[in-house]
């Protein structure tokens, strides 16, 4: 049996190629799903891939959330299917309300493109589990409108539950309150994280290998409730 995980195209998307090959590289099989469609063809799991989706107008992912498979996606969200946001995927998967939350333009206003470390907080969401906790990891980052915000109140319920999945180690590259990176919905099923795993999975390609863990952690968990 082998694991089947969407990767959705929007216009303006220009990470998705790369997010397949991570999920190809992963032992998953990709399957290429279109903005227009109301069909997720019956796949184990969702990435909400990075870019700029419709051109990032009105704000990141403010559009985006109203495609129609967004809808599906939230849908089979709330039914514990497993979905992951990258960068401009974070903030569609903010704007659709699947987690809380927003991303506003970085401290500073410029666009970062780095190398980044990240600190891993938890390893109990379906998309971190192959991590040790308190595990570092070196993957890109490149954004404009990364820094997470959120009420404190939100902020302290998020710390509370454990759902900082990863948090920005150094300096804070955007002003991310809380330095937080990524995190994940109350069930762990639902992550989003502003840097891009899928360019860190292969040590040719990328600064490291370490992004690698976050497809291979869905794919265990969707073979291990086959």
């Known amino acids: 049996m082998s ?92 704007e659709a309300g699947l987690l809380p939350g927003a991303l506003t333009r970085n401290d500073g206003l410029h666009f970062l493109c780095r190398d980044q470390w990240l600190r891993v907080e938890s390893t109990s969401t379906a998309w971190s589990s192959r991590y040790e906790a308190g595990a570092e990891i070196l993957v890109p980052l490149k954004s404009g409108e990364g820094r997470y915000v959120a009420a404190e109140d939100t902020l302290d319920e998020l710390e509370g539950e454990g759902r900082v999945v990863f948090r920005y180690v150094g300096d804070n590259p955007n002003g991310s309150m809380r330095a937080i990176a990524g995190i994940s919905s109350a069930d762990g099923r639902v992550v989003g994280l502003m840097p891009h795993p899928e360019h860190a999975t292969e040590k040719l390609t990328g600064p490291t290998d370490d992004g690698l863990g976050i497809f291979l952690s869905v794919l265990d968990g969707v073979l291990a409730s086959a």
């Open 3 to 94: 694991a089947r995980i969407g990767v959705i195209t929007f216009p303006g998307t220009l990470d998705d190629v790369d997010a397949a090959r991570a999920v190809r590289l992963s032992g998953a099989e990709p399957v290429s799903l279109w903005h227009g469609d109301a069909d997720l063809r019956g796949v184990d799991a969702v990435i909400v891939p990075g870019g700029f989706s419709y051109g990032d107008y009105l704000r990141a992912g403010a559009i985006a959330r109203f495609a129609p498979v967004m809808t599906e996606v939230v849908r089979a969200a709330g039914a514990g299917l497993p979905v992951l946001g990258i960068c401009n995927g974070f903030q569609v998967l903010c």
